[in-house]
């Protein structure tokens, strides 16, 4: 990991450990997980708001009242108001998407929950799903919360990581032993 990543994902960690303290404290972890869910959703699709928790350009005062004002508007918790006035007072918007990361990881290991991320060469049906999330729950032993990725240059099969591991099925990475294989022989 390289060193501004870890500084960031440090500074994310503290912050996301005190909200959701916070949170459960107070009984509203699931508004926080559905704030989060909207935040996040809100960063992916605004290339404003990336740019807004970002830039170095705008003052403390303007990136603070432009996210007390979409946190109005988007109707978030308290706790996550309060949490991303703070960090605009402290410069530290920057760090919002990792934030994000670890508060949805602390609400999944508090629900007994882990995450797998699913990469298919194409859409899984939702039948598909399901039957991967029972058979990853079976050899886990935890619920298993699947975040699905479609990319293409798989060919076929899936890629699947859950924690440290990864099981990789697809028709790319069989090709790609093969044509080492055929290296070795000629």
Known sequence: MSEPASISQGIAARYATAVFEIAKESKAVSDLESGLGDLNAALQDSADLRELIHSPVVSRTAQGD????????????TVLKNTLALMAENRRLFVLPQLIDALNGLIAEDKGEVTAEVTSAKALTKTQSDKLAKTLKERVGKDVKINATV?????????????SKMIDTSIRSKLNSLQNAMKEVG
Not at 151 to 163: A, E, H, P, T
């Open 151 to 163: 990319d293409q240059s798989l060919v076929g099969g899936l890629v699947v990581k859950v924690g």
């Open 66 to 77: 432009a996210i007390a004002a979409i946190a109005a508007k988007m109707g978030l918790p």
